[in-house]
């Protein structure tokens, strides 16, 4: 079945360098990746999305990046800070339909 | 808006009793669905709808039931309750290929 690979797991960062966490899915109907952040004790929040259409898009210190012919898309965070500690979850639209097929997920560490 | 409301927030069961996770939104979207998360874990599917009256199983469905009878609500049902069964449920719901909105989750654990 169709599925989404996240790597790593975890990551380690000092504040401010940068951290890149990426995902490689395998239905290629797929035309819609989400990223979403949750905090401890919190609900997922979307942080930022690409449809596929579109190689990249930037939100201030946030990107991600889309590889449709290799299936692979990554979100890169700039400039880190401690508020960015989180669990980040990539997705892939099932097809062009309404489901989402989930990372495992990537859990942040920022260092000061 | 209100967006997408959970009840209860917590929720302590002992094995075999049965209760009923309430979800609404108020955004019109077509689409909901509920997810558990396990402690240190992904989203798994449980099940969703495409809209009133159409349900289908996700990922994980065994031991749930839900029904879609208003644009506004999608319950999800435990039949009898198992330990295995304890995690944080979460309530999502969108437009076709768009952000999924979660509401704040309920907590559940069965003793």
């Known amino acids: 079945g169709e599925n989404v690979e996240q790597h790593p797991s975890t990551l380690s960062v000092q504040e401010g360098d940068s951290a890149v966490i990426k995902c490689t899915y395998s239905d290629s109907a797929s035309n819609y990746f989400p990223w979403y952040k949750q905090e401890l004790g919190k609900r997922p929040q979307l942080i930022i999305d690409i449809r596929s259409n579109v190689g990249e898009k930037k939100d201030q210190r946030i990107a991600v990046t889309l590889n449709k012919t290799a299936k692979h898309f990554s979100l890169h965070i700039t400039e880190t800070q401690p508020e960015d500690s989180a669990v980040y979850f990539c997705a892939a639209s099932k097809g062009s339909n309404y489901q989402l097929i989930w990372g495992a997920g990537t859990k942040l560490i920022i260092k000061p | 808006n209100a967006g997408v409301t959970q009840t209860p927030k917590f929720q302590v069961l002992k094995t075999g009793q049965s209760m009923t996770l309430q979800c609404a939104q108020d955004?019109?979207?077509?689409?909901m669905s509920w997810y558990r998360q396990d402690p240190g874990m992904g989203l798994r599917l449980i099940h969703y709808s495409v809209g009133a009256g159409i349900t289908d199983q996700g990922e994980v469905p065994n031991g749930y039931n839900v029904s879609r009878s208003t644009t506004e609500d999608f319950p999800l049902r435990l039949l009898s309750a198992a330990p295995s069964q304890t995690s944080v449920y979460f309530c999502?719901?969108?437009?076709?290929?768009?952000?999924?909105?979660f509401g704040p989750g309920t907590r559940l654990t069965v003793t």
């Open positions: 955004m019109n979207h077509e689409y």
């Open positions: 999502a719901s969108s437009y076709r290929n768009s952000e999924q909105y």
